[in-house]
């Protein structure tokens, strides 16, 4: 099945990641990271999203 539906997609992926690759920016992504627990809404030790 991977296969399958990775096949039809590996050509518009490679012509994405090249359109990508020429923008004058690069933005952000929803990596996370450590946001500590200052609003006590997030678990201690626990990655929030920026």
Same mark, same amino acid.
């Given at each position: 099945?991977y296969k399958?539906?990775s096949?039809?997609?590996?050509?518009?992926?490679?012509e994405?990641?090249?359109? !990508?690759?020429?923008?004058?920016v !690069?933005d952000?992504?929803?990596t996370?990271?450590?946001?500590?627990? !200052?609003d006590?809404?997030?678990?201690?030790g626990?990655?929030?999203?920026?």
């Amino acid at each position: 099945m991977y296969k399958r539906l990775s096949a039809p997609l590996e050509q518009p992926a490679w012509e994405e990641l090249e359109v !990508a690759r020429q923008q004058s920016v !690069a933005d952000v992504d929803e990596t996370g990271a450590p946001t500590g627990n !200052a609003d006590g809404g997030s678990p201690v030790g626990k990655r929030g999203w920026l």
